[in-house]
């Protein structure tokens, strides 16, 4: 009778403590306005298919608009907070575009005609994160299939696929299908090339959450021939499987060799030394270089460049490590947050026909000024005594005299940096 009442209490404490998780997925291809996709409802589809069958339970939102995506987002935070042990994983299939460093996911209704109203006709990658980490549970994997060209209108020169998160939450794994700032393939069958390899590694049984994304970024590079190389970041220090726990009694497999050490390729705005993790490795690295450290232990990283003056500035976040792979890392300089003084603004030709010393949208005219060429630091002291265009991109614009004391071309940029007089 006592082994009986052991094992009941037993089986009823695994149940009490078992690892609850819950899904999003979202899949949007049929866009209204913008190119449409093949893939993400599929993506979608099979997604929820093989996430319910790792235990999860799965909310699945189909060409989504802006109110079903926020509520899904929203729905999923609130059962997560319900359990502080669960685990959260949000999927997302469709286009995704960068502006300004931030990260954005795309309705399938958005008419977004400017990128100034990117924002609000859009679901911010950043905001998302930032509810997930309200929940406070154990651990967020985040993976966004949406790295594809930019595809409206107005989109920039070199506005390709996504950044890199500025911010991650603690204890989360964002995954992105290709590196940053680089375009992922849609695919031709039934599922994206990225998704694809996803699907069959989370088939695996017994698998560690980071050696699914170790296995699926070797099966992605290799199937691209190294033209899509997919990303993980990782704030997460511990140990889990999305599946069912290998039993202890399950005989253990001798593992394939593999490589303990990988390398890690640098694109740096800072000259100085390379260090990981904290410690210099004797490689230096130019402004606007790239360098590859190599033999880099496998795991998450820290990746640093000391300035000439002494100076540590890191990458935004960790990168992990895969033994035998490279993976990207981006040392950025920190913006400067310049004096609400200071304005920029463009020399202009139908200014400068007209011979004014300076015009300037919303400083009151008859300000002395102070204003130096950004190109090469020369100053002039101007006096804004006329309004031509009262616009505000219009800001600061210069006569022949003032742009030949700066040796200022049309087109080149000015900032003001002292009003003597107002």
Same mark, same amino acid.
């Given at each position: 009778?006592?082994?009986?009442?052991?094992?009941?209490?037993?089986?009823?404490?695994?149940?009490?403590?078992?690892?609850?998780?819950?899904?999003?997925?979202?899949?949007?291809?049929?866009?209204?306005?913008?190119?449409?996709?093949?893939?993400?409802?599929? +993506?979608?589809?099979?997604?929820?298919?093989?996430?319910?069958?790792?235990?999860?339970?799965?909310?699945?939102?189909?060409?989504?608009?802006?109110?079903?995506?926020?509520?899904?987002?929203?729905?999923?935070?609130?059962?997560?907070?319900?359990?502080?042990?669960?685990?959260?994983?949000?999927?997302? *299939?469709?286009?995704?575009?960068?502006?300004?460093?931030?990260?954005?996911?795309? /309705?399938? +209704?958005?008419?977004?005609?400017?990128?100034?109203?990117?924002?609000?006709?859009?679901?911010?990658?950043?905001?998302?994160? +930032? %509810?997930?980490?309200?929940?406070?549970?154990?651990?967020?994997?985040? @993976?966004?299939?949406?790295?594809?060209?930019? /595809?409206?209108?107005?989109? $920039?020169?070199?506005?390709?696929?996504?950044?890199?998160?500025?911010?991650?939450?603690?204890?989360? #794994? #964002?995954?992105?299908?290709?590196?940053?700032?680089?375009?992922?393939?849609?695919?031709?069958? $039934?599922?994206?090339?990225?998704?694809?390899?996803?699907?069959?590694?989370?088939?695996?049984?017994?698998? %560690?959450?980071? %050696?699914?994304?170790?296995?699926?970024?070797?099966?992605?590079?290799?199937?691209?021939?190294?033209?899509?190389?997919?990303?993980?970041?990782?704030?997460?220090?511990?140990?889990?499987?999305?599946?069912?726990?290998?039993?202890?009694?399950?005989?253990?497999?001798?593992?394939?060799?593999?490589?303990?050490?990988?390398?890690?390729?640098?694109?740096?705005?800072?000259?100085?030394?390379?260090?990981?993790?904290?410690? %210099?490795?004797?490689?230096?690295?130019?402004?606007?270089?790239?360098?590859?450290?190599?033999?880099?232990?496998?795991?998450?990283?820290?990746?640093?460049?000391?300035?000439?003056?002494?100076?540590?500035?890191?990458?935004?976040?960790?990168?992990?490590?895969?033994?035998?792979?490279?993976?990207?890392?981006?040392?950025?300089?920190?913006?400067?947050?310049?004096? /609400?003084?200071?304005?920029?603004?463009?020399?202009?030709?139908?200014?400068?026909?007209?011979?004014?010393?300076?015009?300037? *949208?919303?400083?009151?005219?008859?300000?002395?000024?102070?204003?130096?060429?950004?190109?090469?630091?020369?100053?002039?002291?101007?006096?804004?005594? $006329?309004? #031509?265009?009262?616009?505000?991109?219009? @800001?600061?614009?210069?006569?022949?005299? *003032?742009?030949?004391?700066? +040796?200022?071309?049309?087109?080149?940029?000015?900032? #003001?940096?002292?009003?003597?007089?107002?």
């Amino acid at each position: 009778m006592k082994k009986l009442l052991v094992l009941f209490l037993l089986t009823v404490a695994g149940d009490v403590f078992a690892q609850q998780k819950y899904a999003l997925v979202i899949g949007n291809g049929n866009y209204a306005n913008i190119t449409r996709l093949n893939n993400p409802v599929n +993506d979608a589809n099979d997604m929820e298919t093989a996430l319910r069958g790792l235990g999860f339970t799965v909310e699945k939102v189909l060409n989504g608009n802006l109110a079903q995506m926020e509520t899904g987002i929203i729905n999923l935070k609130n059962r997560l907070k319900s359990s502080k042990n669960s685990y959260g994983f949000f999927f997302y *299939a469709g286009h995704g575009v960068q502006s300004n460093g931030e990260n954005y996911l795309i /309705p399938v +209704d958005a008419n977004i005609q400017s990128e100034s109203f990117l924002r609000r006709q859009s679901i911010a990658v950043q905001e998302m994160l +930032d %509810e997930l980490n309200d929940a406070g549970n154990e651990l967020n994997v985040v @993976v966004l299939d949406a790295c594809r060209d930019n /595809p409206f209108s107005w989109r $920039r020169s070199g506005s390709r696929g996504l950044q890199v998160v500025g911010n991650q939450p603690a204890d989360s #794994i #964002i995954v992105f299908a290709t590196s940053a700032g680089s375009v992922a393939a849609d695919g031709t069958g $039934r599922n994206g090339l990225f998704t694809s390899h996803l699907l069959n590694n989370l088939k695996k049984p017994g698998l %560690e959450v980071f %050696e699914i994304f170790r296995l699926t970024m070797a099966d992605v590079s290799r199937a691209s021939g190294n033209q899509q190389r997919p990303a993980v970041y990782s704030q997460f220090s511990g140990i889990a499987y999305l599946g069912q726990r290998p039993s202890p009694n399950t005989p253990v497999q001798p593992p394939a060799p593999v490589s303990v050490y990988g390398s890690v390729r640098i694109d740096s705005d800072i000259a100085g030394e390379i260090l990981i993790n904290g410690k %210099e490795t004797g490689k230096r690295i130019k402004e606007g270089g790239t360098e590859t450290v190599s033999n880099v232990s496998t795991g998450s990283t820290e990746v640093a460049v000391k300035g000439d003056d002494g100076k540590i500035t890191k990458a935004q976040n960790n990168v992990m490590v895969y033994g035998g792979q490279t993976v990207p890392a981006e040392i950025k300089r920190p913006r400067v947050q310049r004096q /609400p003084l200071i304005q920029i603004g463009i020399a202009t030709q139908e200014m400068t026909d007209l011979g004014l010393t300076a015009g300037h *949208a919303a400083l009151q005219l008859g300000t002395k000024a102070r204003i130096k060429n950004m190109a090469n630091g020369k100053e002039v002291i101007v006096t804004i005594y $006329r309004r #031509i265009v009262p616009s505000s991109t219009r @800001v600061i614009d210069l006569s022949p005299e *003032a742009a030949r004391a700066i +040796d200022m071309g049309f087109g080149g940029t000015v900032e #003001i940096t002292q009003i003597i007089e107002n």
